[in-house]
């Protein structure tokens, strides 16, 4: 049988071939919680805090068909990742991802109201940790 939190492990350059810059990263908001002092989502394996780190997604292709180029990947660590600092002045540090995972899921927030439902196949990702950007690997 398939678990129903499928996550299937993916290359990071398969995910990003051209590479990502890191745009940030901030705790994950338990919005049942968001009252209490310490709203941090937990992972419901291994009970550590989640962690989202924006990204600018390189790929040229990314942009294409209304999508956005920016990206979230969810990171499960005790201490919030701290991102590289940048090999370029003025721009934000490059990055990869370790122990990326992706899981897909029905995303059915438009099929509300009268007319024909537009679900659509979406996906999350994770990661186990960041690092610094492999030059010439990705981009």
Avoid at 35 to 57: A, F, S
Avoid at 109 to 116: E, I, N, T
Avoid at 121 to 131: E, W
Wanted: overall charge positive; proline content about 12%; hydrophobic content about 40%.
């Amino acid at each position: 049988m398939v678990p129903l939190t499928l996550k299937v492990p993916v290359p990071f350059d398969y995910v990003f071939p051209a590479g990502v810059l890191c745009l940030g990263v901030e705790p994950a908001v338990d919005f049942e919680r968001r009252n209490d002092p310490d709203n941090q989502v937990r992972d419901k394996e291994t009970g550590e805090r989640v962690w989202v780190v924006r990204v600018l997604d390189l790929d040229p292709a990314a942009g294409k068909f209304g999508r956005t180029t920016e990206v979230k990947v969810k990171v499960c660590a005790p201490h919030q990742p701290v991102p590289p600092a940048s090999a370029v002045p003025g721009y934000p540090p490059a990055i990869e991802f370790d122990g990326l995972t992706l899981t897909p899921y029905v995303d059915s927030q438009r099929c509300k109201g009268a007319g024909p439902c537009k679900s659509r196949m979406a996906y999350s990702l994770r990661a186990t940790a960041i690092r610094p950007a492999v030059v010439g690997a990705s981009a």
